[in-house]
């Protein structure tokens, strides 16, 4: 800061005190001198240190112009939303009518902040005192600003309209309109929903948006009120089926309504007007009557007048049929391979569901038919595959025009699609959905879909989608697609309405949970992207965090959102407390990412990283995530070098946690992630390509390594674990290369053969293609001699048969023996084979001490066993016999009586 910036405020501020010069004295000249002071105390970065002096020289002279336009200034600098010295300021300019400075200041403030409201309206009323003509822009960046500001935009509405921009006029009677409900001005709502039902009648879900807003904010019966207007105009339009939704809207509301439950007889008499029965379906149905209930008489008479010639109907039974003959109250129906059956209209009514003719159930069941478009399944199959929009809309109405894909795929498979060619329908019809406006969500259920019968546009969808979803975090993700969506209106009511929903978990709460902490973090986001919807939390980020039990656990359950990163926003919030580096550290357990401890290092903490490595090592239980990551992630980093944690301590730790987490399943706590955490474990310390825990093991001196040794052979259940069969194995052989002599505990002084039956790839591969051709080719083909030779006659003379029986027995006998040999076969792993001693996969040359002749044999497995080609089983008497014995053993054992004596000359690995 330079003495010579802090002389000119000083001396600006005494010829303030001491001259008291008068308010008439003051020009915009002078306050362009002071602009001058705050772009000075900004450049030079002294912000804070001017604004103390000024607000030192108001604790005296709460009216000093000079500090309460710098210190106002400098507070708008630094993002304050405190404008109380800027408008005192204004005031007294106001009051001593210098309008000229007035107006100066505003522009100057929203140079700074084209968002402030305060200077927004100030300059409005100055402009509408001046009669200047850019008041109705200064009036749109308002309403922009201020979601809640209905007034204004009702002036834009009525200012566009009489200079006949009708679509601008209604644009902001629509905003008008929400805001007023939004506010429970129900007087002024009432006006301009008029003026729309004038000018835009057909905008429907406009129309009912606001009906459920008034309905839920004001009142219900108000709602129904007013869409009694909107009703006049579909039915002076004849529009009959959007009347009859209207007026089923409001029986909703009051189904005692006499005047609706008149107009929606008189509707229905309208719509069906060529039909002969309507008038007795209207009586008999009751829908004019009180005492019955209304959605029961319209059920009624809905199902009476479908039941028509040439209709169509659908029995759980008999399926789809067509109405060929109605006389009296008897129907006579076309079930097709159910044939013709005849039903009382009473019966119908309760065992029929009425269908259209563009039902889905009708199109395929007319496939071929006269009436259809469709001469063959492949031709329907055809439009479905290559008109997916057509295939949706059809499906999606013919159940009520609210349909989800479990549905949708339940009408298309196995019928008219297979399996696979649903897969890639299934992927291009939500492509569909996504794209076409014309279909949207079912407000009450995120999984359903419905049709509109106008295009509906992007912010309405997007609004449809939030309302439908419940879950809060999927609501984030809505909220940011809308925002991410180049298409949306960004000044749209709709996503003021879903912001909204956010700022009201920070208006009032009963405790700091993930829904406000989110709220929060979204608030401050969107806002950021969104000026118009920026929101001033009564609560500071560190007020909320102060609140929370456990900063890690909050975290942890801030993963819900996809579109937004709440986890990094809260880390970056985070960062802003005075001891964000001991915070990152707290909550690294559930952080586990490398860029938060690169941020603590470029603070200048590495000691504090480097104390985290040290006592997470000396304790895995507690940091059993962080010791993986750090020696997944960081143990060739300069700064964990540092830390000096020895690489025994790390490999003990980590084998101590495959071990605990074994003693976790045992007990069934979290099976599928301890699992998750042992795969991941062995993979880091007994990868084939780098098995650091051999490296370091044989890198120690013999004590050492047993001890190394024993850690692992203790975990009793790595053996049967997937993926760690060989570890154990893998570590005997390389010990037994180190030391020959070596001495294991006596269970493991022979080779440990997995449970089973070993087997080499190869052999397994050609057994199970033999299973296969025995399965699909050989037993069919005796089923076919056994029946052929059946047909020669006599069974007991009949040679053919017995010897096709018995063909056919002894058949079904290997392949049983073959399918349980398969079921125990375990692979060979060739890369734990070792010539430390005799075992499955190897080639021993014996010396037969009788004859003096050298003797070669390959170890093998029962299925590779060929004993004239030197080839002999592990399993079989004289392989177990001469099994884990080493080079200079000398053997003797006796088979079938006959004595072998034999020194064990050489041991190399068989090619299998």
């Known amino acids: 800061m330079s003495k010579e910036l802090v002389d000119l405020v000083q001396a600006k501020l005494k010829e303030d005190t001491w001259t008291r010069a008068t308010i008439s004295n003051y020009s915009k000249n002078d306050l362009v001198e002071l602009t001058t002071i705050v772009e000075k105390a900004k450049s030079e970065n002294c912000i804070d240190e001017i604004k103390e002096i000024c607000d030192e020289q108001l604790s005296h002279t709460k009216d000093s112009i000079t500090a309460l336009y710098i210190s106002g200034m400098l507070a708008l600098k630094k993002g304050s939303l405190d404008n109380?010295?800027?408008?005192?300021?204004?005031?007294?300019?106001?009051?001593?009518?210098?309008?000229?400075?007035?107006?100066?200041?505003?522009?100057?403030?929203?140079?700074?902040?084209?968002?402030?409201?305060?200077?927004?309206?100030?300059?409005?009323?100055?402009?509408?005192?001046?009669?200047?003509?850019?008041?109705?822009?200064?009036?749109?960046?308002?309403i922009k600003v201020d979601l809640n500001e209905a007034e204004i935009a009702k002036k834009l509405a009525d200012h566009y309209g009489a200079e006949g921009d009708a679509d601008k006029a209604n644009e902001f009677y629509k905003k008008a309109l929400l805001r007023f409900v939004n506010n429970k001005n129900i007087n002024a709502a009432s006006e301009i929903w008029s003026?729309?039902?004038?000018?835009?009648?057909?905008?429907?879900?406009?129309?009912?948006?606001?009906?459920?807003?008034?309905?839920?904010?004001?009142?219900?019966?108000?709602?129904a009120l007013m869409m009694q207007e909107l009703y006049n105009y579909y039915k002076d339009n004849s529009k009959w089926d959007t009347a009859i939704d209207i007026l089923k809207l409001n029986l909703t509301i009051d189904p005692k309504d006499p005047w609706a439950r008149r107009e929606i007889a008189e509707c229905y008499a309208k719509k069906y007007a060529n039909h002969s029965h309507v008038d007795e379906y209207i009586r008999s149905s009751d829908l004019t009557q009180s005492y019955r209930n209304v959605f029961e008489a319209i059920s009624d008479f809905e199902k009476h007048i479908a039941f028509d010639v040439r209709h169509f109907v659908y029995h759980r039974t008999w399926g789809v049929g067509v109405?060929?003959?109605?006389?009296?109250?008897?129907?006579?129906?076309?079930?097709?391979?159910?044939?013709?059956?005849?039903?009382?209209?009473?019966?119908?009514?309760?065992?029929?569901?009425?269908?259209?003719?563009?039902?889905?159930?009708?199109?395929?069941?007319?496939v071929g038919?006269?009436?259809?478009?469709?001469?063959?399944?492949?031709?329907?199959?055809?439009?479905?595959?290559?008109?997916?929009?057509?295939?949706?809309?059809?499906?999606?109405?013919?159940?009520?025009?609210?349909?989800?894909?479990?549905?949708?795929?339940?009408?298309?498979?196995?019928?008219?699609?297979?399996?696979?060619?649903?897969?890639?329908?299934?992927?291009g019809a939500k492509k569909v959905l996504e794209s076409d406006s014309t279909?949207?969500?079912?407000?009450?259920?995120?999984?359903?879909?419905?049709?509109?019968?106008?295009?509906?546009?992007?912010?309405?969808?997007?609004?449809?989608?939030?309302?439908?979803?419940?879950?809060?975090?999927?609501?984030?993700?809505?909220?940011?697609?809308?925002?991410?969506?180049?298409?949306?209106?960004?000044?749209?009511?709709?996503?003021?309405?879903?912001?909204?929903?956010?700022?009201?978990?920070?208006?009032s709460f009963n405790e700091v949970d993930e829904q406000v902490i989110a709220s929060?973090?979204?608030?401050?986001?969107?806002?950021?992207?969104?000026?118009?919807?920026?929101?001033?939390?009564?609560?500071?980020?560190?007020?909320?965090?102060?609140?929370?039990?456990?900063?890690?656990?909050?975290?942890?359950?801030?993963?819900?959102?996809?579109?937004?990163?709440?986890?990094?926003?809260?880390?970056?919030?985070v960062k802003m407390l005075p001891n964000w580096e001991d915070e990152y550290i707290r909550m690294f357990p559930a952080i586990l990412r490398k860029e938060a401890l690169n941020a603590i290092i470029n603070a200048g903490h590495a000691d504090k990283v480097q104390k985290l490595a040290a006592e997470s090592f000396e304790d895995f239980r507690t940091y059993r995530d962080v010791i993986l990551f750090l020696f997944d992630e960081c143990s060739e980093e300069d700064w964990f070098k540092a830390a000096q944690v020895p690489l025994q301590k790390q490999l003990i730790a980590i084998v101590n946690i495959i071990s605990q987490c074994f003693r976790e399943i045992d007990n069934h706590v979290e099976s599928t992630e301890n699992k998750k955490i042992i795969k991941n474990a062995c993979k880091m310390l007994f990868s084939k390509d780098d098995n650091k825990y051999a490296n370091y093991m044989f890198s120690c001196d013999e004590e050492q390594m047993s001890h190394m040794y024993t850690l692992v052979d203790d975990i009793r259940d790595l053996d049967t674990f997937e993926g760690a069969e060989t570890v154990k194995t893998q570590l005997r052989n390389k010990i037994l290369e180190k030391y020959p002599d070596y001495k294991f505990h006596t269970t493991e002084e022979k080779s440990a053969a997995p449970k089973g039956?070993?087997?080499?790839?190869?052999?397994?591969?050609?057994?199970?293609?033999?299973?296969?051709?025995?399965?699909?080719?050989?037993?069919?083909?005796?089923?076919?001699?056994?029946?052929?030779?059946?047909?020669?006659?006599?069974?007991?003379e009949n040679a053919e048969y017995i010897a096709a029986k018995e063909a056919q027995h002894k058949l079904g006998n290997d392949l049983k023996r073959l399918q349980e040999e398969l079921a125990r076969a375990v692979v060979f792993d060739p890369t734990t084979a070792t010539?430390?001693?005799?075992?499955?996969?190897?080639?021993?040359?014996?010396?037969?001490?009788?004859?003096?002749?050298?003797?070669?044999?390959?170890?093998?497995?029962?299925?590779?066993?060929?004993?004239?080609?030197?080839?002999?089983?592990y399993m079989s008497p004289f392989g177990n016999a001469i099994l884990d014995h080493k080079v200079g053993d000398e053997l003797r054992f006796t088979i079938n009586e006959h004595k072998y004596e034999f020194e064990v000359k050489k041991i190399v690995i068989a090619k299998v």
Request: hydrophobic residues 40%.
């Open 757 to 796: 039956m070993l087997v080499t790839a190869k052999k397994l591969e050609e057994k199970r293609n033999l299973v296969e051709k025995m399965q699909d080719v050989d037993i069919p083909a005796i089923a076919k001699e056994v029946a052929e030779a059946k047909e020669k006659g006599d069974l007991k």
């Open 520 to 573: 929060y973090l979204v608030v401050q986001e969107v806002g950021k992207e969104v000026p118009s919807l920026a929101f001033q939390s009564k609560y500071t980020f560190a007020q909320l965090y102060g609140e929370l039990d456990s900063p890690k656990d909050m975290y942890t359950v801030l993963k819900g959102s996809k579109k937004g990163d709440l986890r990094s926003a809260f880390l970056e919030a």
């Open 84 to 142: 109380s010295l800027l408008e005192t300021l204004v005031d007294i300019f106001q009051n001593n009518h210098k309008e000229p400075i007035v107006v100066y200041m505003c522009e100057t403030i929203l140079a700074d902040d084209k968002s402030n409201k305060f200077a927004l309206r100030t300059l409005a009323a100055n402009y509408e005192q001046a009669g200047n003509a850019d008041l109705w822009a200064i009036y749109e960046r308002i």
């Open 195 to 223: 003026k729309l039902v004038a000018a835009i009648p057909e905008e429907i879900d406009f129309f009912y948006l606001v009906q459920r807003k008034i309905a839920k904010s004001i009142s219900a019966d108000k709602s």
């Open 835 to 873: 010539t430390s001693l005799i075992s499955f996969g190897t080639k021993v040359t014996l010396l037969d001490k009788a004859s003096g002749k050298e003797e070669v044999y390959t170890i093998l497995g029962p299925w590779e066993s060929d004993p004239e080609n030197g080839v002999i089983s």
């Open 323 to 366: 109405i060929t003959k109605v006389e009296n109250d008897t129907l006579t129906i076309n079930f097709g391979k159910a044939g013709k059956k005849e039903i009382s209209l009473k019966m119908a009514v309760n065992a029929l569901q009425p269908l259209s003719r563009d039902h889905i159930w009708v199109i395929k069941a007319t």
């Open 439 to 507: 279909f949207g969500v079912n407000p009450n259920n995120i999984n359903e879909y419905t049709v509109r019968d106008r295009a509906i546009t992007p912010e309405e969808k997007y609004s449809n989608e939030f309302k439908a979803q419940k879950a809060f975090f999927a609501r984030i993700d809505i909220l940011y697609k809308f925002i991410e969506d180049e298409a949306t209106d960004k000044e749209s009511e709709l996503l003021a309405d879903m912001f909204s929903y956010f700022t009201g978990f920070l208006k």
């Open 369 to 427: 038919s006269k009436s259809s478009n469709f001469k063959t399944k492949e031709e329907l199959a055809k439009e479905i595959k290559t008109n997916k929009e057509w295939a949706l809309k059809t499906i999606i109405k013919s159940f009520d025009n609210s349909c989800d894909f479990k549905k949708i795929k339940a009408e298309l498979v196995p019928s008219i699609l297979s399996t696979s060619e649903w897969t890639s329908w299934n992927s």
